[in-house]
């Protein structure tokens, strides 16, 4: 019977802290059941597209790596994805990682399932994270997920009392059912909040391959669109892509949602802050963290280890004053996290 690790993704996410990672220049394909060192290196981090420097997902993993490096005194790395890379050259890159020594080796992003499936039933005594998927049943994997649905309600009950003409948008990087999630709660928590607010959706992509969480000027021309249309908050789940969307929302003096991390703290985007009402945030950071420790401390979690508003695994940021101060917002904010929490709102995931 596969296990379900007990230990809850803790705290909420704070913003990416800048770090140095190596990269990983191996290429082995060696099907070795065993390490080849007992010293364990640290974790292994493989990037989701978009890679470090997105200011939003990956920068988030990064950051758990980082805090388990100086707690640990690891040397961890990590790894960049390739433009059009195969199952297969994932199953090299994690397979080069495993064989090395790192332990766990985590994929950043669903895109690593399959990798992530054959790799861990070839490296048995290495423990495997993958974040936003929960197929994988294996002993030595922890599938790192989250309710981003949740954390879109909030961000979606957020734009229905900020705007001012009543149409507001969303913007998805790729057409998959992850992304389908955010849509969804964000959707459900406008309605809820406030009647009349008309939803504008657009996905930039159907695949991640074609550029729809990696391509900021996706997001740009699509965050145009809608607030052309009239659209005078915008949120964005669309990784890299994102970082368009708040320079559109930033040059037209509307309001931007971030997603994963709190992007009014990241520096890139620090030219844009203003406009940056809030963020829905899913705790990367903790759950890269948290496996790491588990590994540690010789009880590697396994299972599915769930994010959730309950268990400070997602959350809306107030890093901006002018949404922390605005007391119909929070006010509106606290209602429905707690009837999130209570049982009395069931966000939709679709």
């Known amino acids: 019977m596969r296990r379900v690790s007990r230990i809850a993704v803790a705290g909420v996410a704070t913003a990416a802290l800048a770090v140095t990672v190596s990269a990983c220049g191996s290429s082995s394909t060696s099907s070795s059941s065993s390490n080849s060192s007992d010293k364990n290196l640290g974790l292994a981090l493989a990037y989701d597209v978009g890679g470090k420097g997105d200011q939003s997902f990956n920068d988030a993993a990064t950051a758990g790596l980082d805090k388990a490096d100086k707690e640990f005194g690891y040397k961890s790395t990590a790894v960049e994805p390739q433009d059009g890379e195969s199952d297969a050259d994932k199953v090299q890159r994690l397979e080069s990682l495993a064989k090395q020594g790192y332990n766990p080796v ?20 290495t423990t495997f994270g993958i974040v936003d998927d929960e197929q994988i049943k294996a002993d030595n994997v922890a599938d790192l997920v989250f309710h981003e649905e949740q954390a879109s309600y ?54 991640a391959a074609e550029g729809g969480f990696s391509s900021p000027d996706k997001g740009e021309s699509a965050a145009e669109g809608q607030i052309d249309a009239g659209a005078d908050v915008v949120y964005a789940a669309a990784g890299l892509s994102g970082q368009g969307v708040i320079k559109a ?95 009395t709102i069931t966000v939709k995931t679709s």
């Open 106 to 125: 985590i994929g950043v992003g669903f895109a690593y399932a399959p990798a992530v499936k054959e790799v861990a039933a070839k490296y048995p005594k």
């Open 154 to 207: 909030l961000a979606g009950v957020a734009a229905a009392k900020a705007t001012k003409t009543n149409t507001v948008g969303f913007v998805g990087g790729v057409d998959v059912p992850l992304i389908h999630k955010f849509e969804a709660g964000f959707k459900q928590g406008v309605e809820d909040t406030k009647k009349g607010v008309t939803v504008k959706s657009q996905y930039l992509t159907e695949t």
């Open 249 to 343: 929302a930033n040059a037209h003096k509307v309001w931007a949602i971030g997603v994963d991390s709190d992007q009014y703290k990241q520096d890139a985007l620090k030219a844009y802050k203003d406009s940056i009402l809030t963020s829905a945030m899913k705790n990367v950071e903790g759950a890269v963290y948290t496996l790491a420790k588990s590994v540690k401390d010789g009880k590697p979690a396994t299972g599915v280890v769930r994010g959730s508003l309950e268990n400070g695994g997602v959350s809306v940021s107030d890093s901006n004053p002018a949404f922390a101060s605005n007391t119909a917002i929070q006010d509106a904010i606290k209602k429905a996290e707690e009837g999130i929490k209570n049982g």
